[in-house]
């Protein structure tokens, strides 16, 4: 008796511990999953298994999640994060008459510019470690190919490394792996996943206080381990996000999103999904957006720019 009580125990236990590995496979049926982006795709990085797929290889701008890799090449290069480097802009056409509050010239350190350039996604900040690299910043944006096509990246392409370019192009695909290499770099983690950073600069001294442009990483409720957020105008509202959910680390890559929200309510939709089975619906205008654009109709650029 006591023996067959002890194996029950265990089985109870080892099925507890199967579980989310149960709930992704049970309750991870494609079709019961709706999102607003046009280009998407979901991958459970622990298991390798790509969990839903959509438009996973059509070749769009990414807008600043770009920044992830500014942040790859930035760290590979072992430069000292202390050191203080002026915020300069002057090789990037991209920058011309684009706001910041960041003064021109003033300097921070190397570290905390890389962190607005991630949480915040501040071009100034990211166009600033360019400048500061080793052979200055055309080297900089050699680099970022170089490291995109050794990570297998072979439909993306960057011109420049704020991504307020429209000539900086990947995939959904391809942003899974990026993903899959940022998560092994400590730093990444910890700036995307902060909230606040109040950047002390000098020369003139002065103090700004930023803020995360993912509203998920102030939310309990979540586990965030990556996030990068990107908008233009052509690229639409983008994400790339890496969380835990039930257990497992679930890469997520949204591109080219209908709405000023609904690429942060996709990943609430991807994890309802995960949990429950169900995503849940997206509104009307995200789905006729989304026909319009695999349609390749103008009518889906004025609707966006109606909504904004």
């Not at 684009?98 to 010239?105: D, G, N």
């Not at 607005?116 to 990211?126: D, G, H, I, K, Q």
């Not at 003139?204 to 996030?227: C, K, Q």
Request: glycine share 6%.
């Amino acid at each position: 008796m006591m023996l067959y009580k002890s194996r029950a125990i265990l089985t109870l236990f080892l099925m507890l511990l199967a579980e989310p590995v149960l709930a992704a496979g049970l309750k991870s049926d494609p079709s019961r999953l709706h999102l607003a982006s046009v280009n998407a795709m979901v991958t459970d990085i622990d298991t390798g298994e790509v969990l839903y797929q959509k438009n996973a290889d059509a070749v769009v701008p990414i807008a600043s999640v770009s920044k992830l890799m500014t942040a790859l090449v930035t760290l590979d290069a072992k430069l000292d994060m202390d050191e203080r480097i002026p915020i300069r802009v002057h090789d990037s056409i991209q920058m011309k008459n684009v706001i910041s509050r960041i003064r021109l010239e003033s300097e921070l350190p190397r570290g905390d510019v890389l962190h607005l350039a991630l949480m915040a996604s501040e071009n100034r900040a990211a166009t600033a470690l360019a400048h500061a690299y080793p052979g200055g910043y055309f080297a900089f944006v050699r680099a970022m190919n170089l490291k995109a096509q050794a990570l297998g990246m072979n439909s993306t392409r960057f011109v420049e490394p704020t991504g307020l370019s429209y000539f900086n192009v990947s995939t959904a695909r391809d942003l899974t792996k990026l993903i899959k290499a940022a998560r092994n770099y400590p730093a990444v983690h910890e700036m995307t996943t902060s909230s606040k950073l109040d950047a002390r600069f000098s020369h003139p001294n002065y103090v700004l206080a930023f803020y995360n442009t993912n509203r998920l990483v102030n939310n309990d409720e979540w586990d965030i381990l990556l996030s990068k957020t990107g908008y233009n105008d052509e690229a639409g509202r983008c994400l790339a996000l890496l969380s835990r959910i039930r257990g497992h680390r679930i890469a997520m890559v949204f591109l080219d999103s209908f709405g000023k929200r609904s690429h942060i309510g996709d990943a609430s939709r991807v994890r309802r999904w995960l949990e429950t089975g169900d995503s849940g619906s997206v509104p009307a205008s995200a789905r006729r957006y989304e026909q319009e654009k695999n349609r390749g109709g103008r009518s889906a650029t004025l609707l966006a720019e109606k909504s904004r």
